[in-house]
């Protein structure tokens, strides 16, 4: 188990979903598996995900991955 780097609250694994914004779009990444804590709610990713998840900004930038229009935002599925 983990610590809080912020407040040295204990973290849980969970599967998350992610907002994030990327140029004029809305975008939240879905099934996101990440360290929360139960303390102050940082998140905590691991190295893989967290490149993961720049693939996925770049993809976007490229228009080369399929957005699924939700209802404020688009949502990106975590490719694995
Ligand atoms: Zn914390």
Redesign the pocket.
Known sequence: MK???????K?EHKVVDIPTELEDKFLIIKGVPADV??????IYYTIDVARELEKIEDKVSEKSIKLVRAKNAYEVPLPC
């Open positions: 610590k809080c780097a912020i407040c040295n609250g973290t804590c139960t303390q102050c709610g940082e």
